[in-house]
């Protein structure tokens, strides 16, 4: 028993360790960088696989689900990927490394909070990671910066083929790839991109974007599920249909009909901000920036709809070469910040540091312990307000 | 961001109203929406759309007679009626043995396709190969006649009679 309680709190702190190692910088998806950075986000593609001869996991005794984890997790961690893997053991995890593991968007919140043996094999690099045993045996992604669906979906598949020469996955010619829910059947592919679109909302057009995702049978949700949409602008769109319609389809349709729609669409509105709405925009930027620069106490629902309109300001900046007197002033900013921003001004780098490293379960990671809301909020805004006052 | 309206929770709606070019913008929880009358529909799971789905069909009864929705599989154990509780099935068989149930349900979710078309394991058999091969050259041959790019079908078509001689 004791052995057991000492194995289980040096599992947590070497756990502790290995997240800490990444908890302080932002992640290469979520570096604003990559083909069409100003809009696209990232780029995701997920694949679900299950084992023959096993049964699905809600079916699956605690010793099954172990051999399922033990098994994929050798395979996992055996592969050669180019990068550094660790694995968590999710389980054991504490509540605050699981909610840290969310909101770097490393495993799911069903697979944070399920039961059971299960676990996640993470790239050091975060472009790849493996949930084991959430609600298919595996569930393994591929993420990178700005619109890259091409690239996320020739590594993914070169995983896949590896992962394939160990281990037999059920399969069924008429079906393709089985799953424990018949939505992913098929394919069992999930194309996803993030999309900021802060000037569809800001002229009152985000029906729009809805209505086009609807027509394209896509799912719209929010960065951090339900809600988390309307304070950040940041919606990530998937495919719904993963049966009868190949993978390579689904991506070419992604990159040659939607993305190019929906940015078409949130460009026209930033381009009418510029010309009809100007003071409206300005008005977003500066209030966001005041507060931002002087609060004392600041959620983390109101930083990240706050820098959701910095984000904007700096990418009409250097994307469209806007100058409005607002963003002007944004851009002349100097950051106090050297080891991240050796250039003068606000660049979207720091933005979206801000904005990833003050969401909850970061903020105390880094801090080494546990705070509560209040002090949170304070640790947030003083974090912010030194990052973006000028350097005088 | 804080509702407006009780000062304490976290505004999770967000009401935008044009009225007479006057443009107003109101965040509020869902409980004070609720009580402005403001329906608030909250995000129905995969799982609960399945079930719901699921429900629409015609029951095993009036497919099957009564007994078949309780008829455990004989692999896992599992059930029609455990199904329609979870969203999810007991094991990859399931398909095979609930295949007539499940049916109208992937044809539903999947904009009313039934069979696999793309990836396939490299270690499949030689038939189910060409099983797959043969639905992804029909799908390639409905793109080519849907872009009216009558020089690719033919040879698509062609392909697709050799593999079926």
Redesign the interface.
Known sequence: MLDARYSSSIEQRDTRMKLTEISNDINEWFSGSGPLADIVISSRIRLAR?L?D???L??CSTAEKSEILEKLKDVLMSLELGDKTFYVSVDKASALNRNFLVERHLISRDHAFSKGPRGVVIARREFFTAMINE?DHLRMQVLKAGCQLSQCAKQI?HI??MI?QKV?????????Y?T????N???A?RVSVMLHLPALKMT?QTEKFFNAARDM?LAV?GLF???TE??SDLYQISN??????????IVSQFENTIIPEIVEYENTARNQLLSTHMDTLDDKISRAMALLQNAHLI?S??AL?LLSHLRLGVNMHEHMGASTPAIKKLCSLSNTDSNIDEHRGLSITTVNRLFMLTLPAHLQLNHGKQLDSARRDALRAKIIRSALNQDT | MQCQICKKKTATIHLTEIAEGLRTEVHMCEHCAQEQGIAAKSQISVNELLSSLLAAQPTDDELFGPSEHQTPCPHCGFTLDQFRKAGVLGCPYDYEIFEKSLLPLIEKAHDGKTSHCGKAPSRISQPAKKQIERSNLRRQLEAAVRNEDYELAAKLRDKIKKYES
């Open positions: 299950n023959a096993h049964k699905f809600s079916h609600e598949n896949d083929d394939e037999d996955y059920a399969f069924s010619p008429r079906y393709g089985l424990a829910c018949p939505t059947l098929g394919t592919i009152g049978n949700r599920g339900e809600g309307a304070a719904q249909v993963t049966l009868g319609v190949s993978e390579s389809d959620s629902q109101e709809f």
